[in-house]
T-cell receptor
Framework: GAGVSQSPRYKVTKRGQDVALRCDPISGHVSLYWYRQALGQGPEFLTYFNYEAQQDKSGLPNDRFSAERPEGSISTLTIQRTEQRDSAMYRC???????????FGQGTRLTVV | QKEVEQNSGPLSVPEGAIASLNCTYSDRGSQSFFWYRQYSGKSPELIMSIYSNGDKEDGRFTAQLNKASQYVSLLIRDSQPSDSATYLCAFYYNTDKLIFGTGTRLQVFP
């Protein structure tokens, strides 16, 4: 596709349920980043991949959060046993090799009720 | 020290004035710096990238980088109400971890 695609755009889930958020990066982009953004704040780093390798997951809040990118393209961020505090906008960005410009998808608005 | 610091604002400027937005960063090894614009309810949009010390101009926007002082700034000339948004600076920390500041909210009033 032409841009980074995230799905679903909106997700409402009950507390305790697992959710999976998907990111399809720009074709050819080797780096993929996950962020969480609260209202009025900048994107907070969660984790990133180069190709299929998860390079840094230091931003994942706890072990309920995990991410994978098994074939070096589409990535899934999974949150297990969701809690209300997980409610946020989750954003994905991708970039070509070489520490260059990254482009964002439209985000997934997660609401845990 | 935070990895990147920005004044949250709001920064209010009259239409036609120059808006100056600043950002300081902690990683002396960083080589790539970016400014993103984010309208309310939208995704961050890349507007400028800068890799070398000095100024880089693109239309009404000028990015300035000073690696010795570890700051990067964005100047917006002839500010328009449509420039009202949150501006985020970003850089690669520890080589390839892209992190963002908290953003500065800019308000341009007619």
């Amino acid at each position: 596709g032409a841009g980074v695609s995230q799905s679903p755009r909106y997700k409402v889930t009950k507390r305790g349920q697992d959710v999976a958020l998907r990111c399809d990066p720009i074709s050819g982009h080797v780096s993929l980043y996950w962020y969480r953004q609260a209202l009025g704040q900048g994107p907070e780093f969660l984790t990133y991949f180069n190709y299929e390798a998860q390079q840094d997951k230091s931003g994942l809040p706890n072990d309920r959060f995990s991410a994978e990118r098994p074939e070096g393209s589409i990535s899934t961020l999974t949150i297990q046993r969701t809690e209300q505090r997980d409610s946020a906008m989750y954003r994905c960005a991708s970039s070509p090799p070489g520490n260059t410009e990254a482009f964002f998808g439209q985000g997934t608005r997660l609401t845990v009720v | 020290q935070k990895e990147v610091e920005q004044n949250s604002g709001p920064l209010s400027v009259p239409e036609g004035a120059i808006a100056s937005l600043n950002c300081t960063y902690s990683d002396r090894g960083s080589q790539s710096f970016f400014w993103y614009r984010q309208y309310s309810g939208k995704s961050p949009e890349l507007i400028m990238s800068i890799y070398s010390n000095g100024d880089k101009e693109d239309g009404r926007f000028t990015a300035q980088l000073n690696k010795a002082s570890q700051y990067v700034s964005l100047l917006i000339r002839d500010s328009q109400p449509s420039d009202s948004a949150t501006y985020l600076c970003a850089f690669y920390y520890n080589t390839d971890k892209l992190i963002f500041g908290t953003g500065t909210r800019l308000q341009v009033f007619p």
